[in-house]
């Protein structure tokens, strides 16, 4: 089945980009605006999240309740979050109700109410997310992780801390609105059952008008990519990896893709038969690419006991140094299978497709179709992913981990 695939440009700068699925009765949209909280001020950490709280509601002719109560009868399952890079919005819905949500979202990212009696509801909010983290101690050191090996400000965590959450106004919110809820490189994404020239008109009428702009990304500063240990009352041990990737974008990213799903996807990849199945180290351990627009890593991530924390640290952080030695047929193979059963999954859902396209744009400038990204898994072989493993060892380390004691790396007692 060939996929139609449409793209137009608004003179704003907004594209508008939709992927055709006419066998399902259902609509989904991804609307992505440059708005994440790698445009915040250092002193305003959280404001993007904040910010995404508040736009939300009321906006246009609907109060916050009308708002909420026409998505609904819509039957539009609808939802927002912040990134690093992005504000995203999103949200699935019978194919006849995807106009008049569209209508709707239009409103929010340009004429919301940002009513400020409803400030500290949307603080309070956005600071239950910050002390969630630390029940959830496994989010807490990949975020840390993710901190230390990007650096600033693209490895920042869009929940902020409690004190500048608590001192971001008013004014501070509408500032950050008008500065980066701009139509410049946005993207608005649509996958399922519509009419094309129908959507194209309907989108240019109402986000046509949006003012051109993007925000200023805040300035960069190195990573820290050593080892640290974050100390925390638990019983358990957080343990994170990260090393030198390649973005999405790059000609050779299906190639380490394909070698870190060696290392960690399924229960026959190398890190779960040998750290979990075989020494019964852990409960949870995986290794997954991470990618943005123009850098990328991959993260390793264990949960163990106090007690065998080192021994999974050093079994863990020897598989990812063995998997530089090269993969074998076998083990490419299954990976091969379960990469095609998730692409199938993948076309039969207007939601993943609408955020799959999206981002396809933002890290591309167009959309891969699914015989391209077929061809591109079938073309995997043994050999290329060996070569390129060879000419690309994995570099220097960032670990970090979490709970009551450090560990030894490197031969440092920390």
């Known amino acids: 089945m060939s996929q139609k695939i ?3 440009r608004l003179a704003n700068g907004l594209t508008l980009v939709a992927e055709e699925m ?13 708005s994440g909280c790698a445009y915040e001020l250092v ?7 904040l910010t995404c709280e508040m736009v939300e509601r009321g906006a246009g002719e609907r109060d916050s309740r009308q708002f909420v109560s026409d998505l609904e009868n819509l039957g539009a399952d609808c939802s927002s979050s912040c990134g690093n890079s992005h504000t995203s919005f999103g949200g699935a819905m019978p194919h006849e109700s995807l106009l008049p949500a569209l209508s709707i979202y239009s409103d929010v990212v340009q004429r919301p109410h940002l009513p400020e009696d409803q400030l500290e509801d949307a603080r309070l909010s956005c600071l ?5 983290l630390e029940d959830d101690l496994a989010q807490k050191l990949m975020l840390t992780l993710r901190e230390r090996f990007y650096g600033e400000p693209f490895g920042r965590s869009p929940q902020g801390t409690e004190e500048t959450l608590g001192s971001l106004t008013m004014q501070d919110v509408r500032q950050f609105f008008s500065r980066t809820y701009r139509s410049s490189k946005s993207i608005l994404s649509v996958a399922g059952k519509f009419d094309w020239s129908s959507l194209r008109d309907h989108v240019t009428q109402h986000f046509g008008k949006w003012e051109k702009g993007q925000g200023l990304l805040a300035p960069e500063a190195p990573p820290q990519q050593e080892y640290v240990h974050v100390p925390a009352e638990s019983s358990q041990t957080h343990i994170g990896i990260a090393f030198q990737g390649v973005p999405y974008c790059h000609a050779d990213y299906f190639q380490l893709r394909g070698a870190i799903g060696v290392l960690s996807d399924g229960m026959s990849s190398r890190l779960f038969t040998e750290v979990r199945e075989k020494r019964g180290l852990c409960y949870t351990v995986y290794g997954v690419c991470h ?6 890593g991959v993260f390793a991530y264990a949960g163990t006991t106090k007690e065998r924390a080192q021994e999974t640290l050093d079994v863990m952080a020897a ?11 076998a083990e490419l193979d299954r990976l091969k299978g379960r990469i095609k059963r998730s692409l199938i999954i993948q076309q039969e859902s207007s939601p993943s497709r609408s955020g799959s396209i999206a981002y396809d744009w933002y890290y591309l400038g167009r959309v891969r179709t699914m015989d391209e990204l077929r061809a591109i898994i079938d073309g995997l072989t043994v050999e290329s992913i060996n070569d390129y493993l060879a000419a690309h060892p994995p570099g220097e380390f960032t670990v970090v981990t979490l709970g009551a ?10």
């Open 43 to 49: 002193t305003q950490a959280g404001m993007a999240g």
């Open 6 to 8: 449409f793209t137009h």
């Open 128 to 132: 239950q997310e910050v002390r969630a």
């Open 405 to 414: 004691e450090g560990l030894k790396w490197e031969g440092s007692n920390v």
């Open 291 to 296: 990618s943005l627009c123009d850098r990328g």
């Open 319 to 329: 598989e990812i140094r063995g998997l530089y030695r090269g993969i074998e047929q």
């Open 22 to 34: 006419d066998w399902l009765e259902s609509a989904a949209f991804a609307l992505l605006t440059p």
